[in-house]
């Protein structure tokens, strides 16, 4: 393969850290094709009064991006799958997901575990879905909005504005920041965003020259993990700060779906487990929302929706 490929990413520290390891691979299996990076500046690194539970769904980290695609400018484009909308533009498809990495999230202290927190202690946080199922595990603590990179949420703990932040540990281990981490959040207890700790690649629709080279680089069972989870996530319906939480993991000839759907307002929190094949993975995701929406979850849902 001797075609250039121009590969666009946002311009922060992690997401250039996550398109290099993008880029290794697609040179380690085809050393002849030049690549070459692109930053795009979207509407989430512009407006920083955006909520970022808003900012995942409306998809203001990744629009500029496929736009860029739909005019040529660049050949595919390398996202945090959590920061990717259910619905992609006309002209544009999902083409690849790398294996995926820890999905837990993690707590970052000075030196305290979740456990050991002051009473009333401010965690650093704009998600809905990481503020309900911490009030679950320490109602005592305070929930408060945080905004800026990875970089820049550490800090604010280091110099005592929080006393700690919630934060993926994919995204810390990609920056080789693993000895930050005070606490890893048990999958028990902590569900993550949809698709996080999965990286996408975006390219246009049917595009024959980049075909092989995403089929080259794509990981199958994590494919079909995230297919689950964003038919999921499709299917319930997210409103605008809906905490809805998913992960779906394949061993095997099995698809197991973890998922869960919160109140905003009481914090109640509903969760379900759904089993399927492989195969069947978005009508197992799918399955999983109808077994919530009749738990009650379509309340929820209506609520946040409300907001």
């Known amino acids: 393969m001797t075609k250039r490929i121009i590969v666009g990413t946002r311009g922060s520290r992690l997401a250039l850290v996550q398109t ?3 880029t290794d691979r697609i040179m380690k299996l085809f050393p002849d094709a030049g690549v070459t990076v692109t930053k ?5 690194d512009r ?3 955006l909520k970022m539970d808003f900012a995942e769904q409306d998809g203001v980290f990744i629009r500029e991006l496929e736009a860029a695609l739909l005019d040529g400018r660049i050949d595919m484009a390398v996202h945090s799958l959590k920061d990717v909308p259910t619905e992609i533009p006309a002209g544009c ?3 690849a997901v790398l294996e995926r990495d820890d999905p837990r999230d993690v707590l970052i202290t000075n030196g305290e575990t979740l456990a050991g927190l002051r009473p009333r202690g401010r965690i650093g946080t704009s998600s809905s879905r990481r503020s309900v199922q911490l009030a679950n595990l320490r109602p005592d603590l305070i929930m408060s909005p945080i ?3 990875v970089d820049t949420r550490v800090r604010k703990v280091l110099d005592g504005e929080y006393d700690g932040v919630v934060l993926a540990a994919a995204g810390l281990a990609r920056l080789g920041w693993q000895n930050k981490i005070t606490d890893y959040l048990p999958l028990e207890d902590f569900l993550p965003a949809v698709g996080q700790a999965a990286l996408v690649i975006e390219t246009r629709a049917n595009d024959p020259d980049m075909q092989p080279i995403v089929s080259g680089i794509n990981h199958p069972p994590t494919w ?3 297919a689950a989870e964003r038919a ?5 319906g997210g409103g605008c700060t809906a905490p809805i939480a998913a992960l779906a993991t394949v061993e095997g000839h099995s698809l197991r779906i973890d998922g ?4 905003v307002r009481t914090r109640q929190v509903l969760r379900a487990v759904q089993v399927g094949a492989p195969e069947q993975a978005e009508e197992t995701g799918r399955n999983l929302a109808r077994r919530l929406l009749g738990m009650g979850a379509a309340s929820f849902i209506a609520e946040a929706k409300t907001c």
């Open 93 to 95: 498809q999902l083409a």
């Open 47 to 49: 407006d920083r009064s």
């Open 260 to 263: 869960m759907v919160a109140s």
């Open 147 to 149: 905004r800026g990179n």
């Open 40 to 44: 795009v500046v979207t509407r989430g």
């Open 232 to 236: 999921f996530l499709l299917a319930v």
């Open 20 to 22: 290099r390891i993008v």
């Open 224 to 226: 079909e993990s995230v």
